[in-house]
C-alpha cells in the first residue's frame, strides 16, 4: 500500500532550515564585515608596511573566519519528517534488505550502510560524514513476505526510494 510522499511538512522543514542557514550566514558576514571597519591604533609606518587600505587593515589578525558546518540529519530527524513510503512486499525481509543495500551502495558508494536488528526485523541506515542520515528503512516480516517504511534525511536523494520500489 503506497501512502505518497508527505510534501507539506517536509517542505516546512527545509524552508526552516534554509531560513536558518541564511540568517546564520548573515550574521557571520555582518560580524566579519564590522570586525573589518573596526578602528585601529595608528602604528608608525615603515617602508615594509602595506599601503594603508590593503587587505591587512580590512581583515586584522584577530578575526577569525569559520564556515558553518552542513546540516546533518539524525536519526530523530528523518523518523520526524515522516515516512515518505510504508508497505507491503511478497518478498522476505532478508531479499528486500539485501537488494536495497546493493542498489543504495551502488548509488552513494561514499555512504555507509548499517544493518540494525530490531525485535524480529532489521533496519538499514544510509548514512553519510556530511550530510548525517539520508535513509532509513525499517522491516519487519508479514505474512506473505514483508512489511516496511521509508524514512529520508532532508539531504537523502528521491532515487533512494526509487531503489526500494525497484527491490520490493
Not at 513510503?85 to 542498489?103: F, I
Amino acid at each position: 500500500m503506497d501512502r505518497g510522499i508527505n510534501t507539506n511538512s517536509d517542505t516546512v522543514r527545509a524552508a526552516q532550515r534554509g531560513v536558518a542557514r541564511v540568517t546564520a550566514v548573515t550574521c557571520l558576514t555582518l560580524a566579519v564585515w564590522l570586525a573589518g571597519c573596526a578602528q585601529t591604533a595608528p602604528v608608525a609606518s615603515s617602508p615594509d608596511d602595506p599601503p594603508v587600505g590593503s587587505v591587512a587593515d580590512v581583515a586584522p589578525e584577530n578575526v577569525k573566519v569559520e564556515t558553518l558546518p552542513a546540516y546533518r540529519d539524525t536519526i530523530d530527524d528523518a523518523r520526524n519528517n515522516g515516512a515518505v513510503w510504508q508497505g507491503s512486499s511478497k518478498k522476505t525481509l532478508v531479499r528486500v534488505s539485501a537488494c536495497t543495500a546493493r542498489l543504495w551502495k551502488k548509488q552513494l558508494p561514499y555512504a555507509r550502510l548499517q544493518r540494525v536488528q530490531a525485535g524480529t526485523g532489521q533496519t538499514l541506515e544510509l548514512s553519510s560524514k556530511d550530510d548525517g542520515i539520508l535513509a532509513i528503512l525499517d522491516l519487519a516480516p508479514g505474512k506473505p513476505g514483508s512489511e516496511g517504511s521509508l524514512y529520508l534525511g532532508s539531504t537523502g536523494p528521491q532515487s533512494l526510494a526509487d531503489a526500494v520500489r525497484q527491490c520490493l
